[in-house]
């Protein structure tokens, strides 16, 4: 999953990509509200983490509506250093999704990115499921059949993506702007290397049972319930 950070204060804002790529995302940090916009637009952005007080051309609020009123529908935490109502209520009627008053917990903005990339339907609580595989966003839990299964930082990351989409087809480009941040060095090839360490934990290690991760000719990859 991948985070856009808008944050001017270059403290916090490598503080929060630190955190939040010990938690396994993908993380790209932007400083001003002008290039906030531009990355924004984005699609493949997973949540966007906005600070209220930015420099450029608009405050975190008018930079939120903005992206709203252009239909950017990618869940918004804001940011702010007051709390009072009035703020409060300013920042969701521009159509941020959630409000965090800063100094917050680190462990408080975890859960609340965890929050807004929970979909309902297929998940429950903490844990994501796609037939007898099971992933555990908190604890990072692994099984297969009960049977756990240690993954390294960017095989659950990339697990973990696939597991949110089960049955969708998932193209390359798609993996590589959802689990890897834009300063990484990405090759094709690194997709299909990496498709292959999942197999050899997920799928190889089951013989009785149809592989889970499926290669979709021409297109991409999915994971699905064999
Ligand atoms: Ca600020």
């Not at 529908?73 to 965090?100: F, H, Q, W």
């Not at 390359?172 to 090839?189: C, E, G, S, T, Y």
């Amino acid at each position: 999953m991948k985070i856009l950070v808008i944050e001017d204060e270059p403290k916090i804002a490598q503080a929060i990509k630190k955190g939040l790529e010990l938690k396994k995302f993908a993380v790209d940090v932007v400083y001003d509200s002008d290039n906030g916009y531009s990355y924004a637009s984005d699609p493949d952005y997973d949540v966007i983490v906005l600070d209220r007080m930015l420099p450029g051309s608009m405050d975190g609020v008018e930079l939120c509506h903005k992206l709203r009123q252009e239909s950017i529908k990618t869940p918004i935490i804001m940011l702010t250093a007051r709390g009072t109502i009035g703020d409060k209520v300013e920042g969701l009627n521009s159509g941020a999704d959630d409000y965090l008053v800063k100094p917050f917990s680190f462990d408080e903005l975890i859960a609340r990115v965890k929050a807004l990339l929970r979909r309902p339907p297929e998940h429950l609580g903490t844990s994501l499921q796609v037939g007898d595989l099971t992933l555990d966003t908190n604890s990072y839990e692994v099984k297969r059949a009960g049977k756990p299964i240690k993954l390294s930082s960017k095989e659950f990351s990339l697990l973990d993506y696939f597991m949110h989409h089960p049955g969708q087809i998932i193209t390359k480009d798609m993996i590589i702007n959802h689990v890897w941040d834009q300063d990484a060095d990405v090759l094709p090839n690194t997709i299909e290397v990496y498709i292959g360490y999942l197999r050899n934990k997920i799928d190889r290690p089951f013989p009785k049972q149809k592989p889970m991760i499926i290669t979709v000719r021409g297109f991409g990859y999915k994971i699905e319930d064999s």
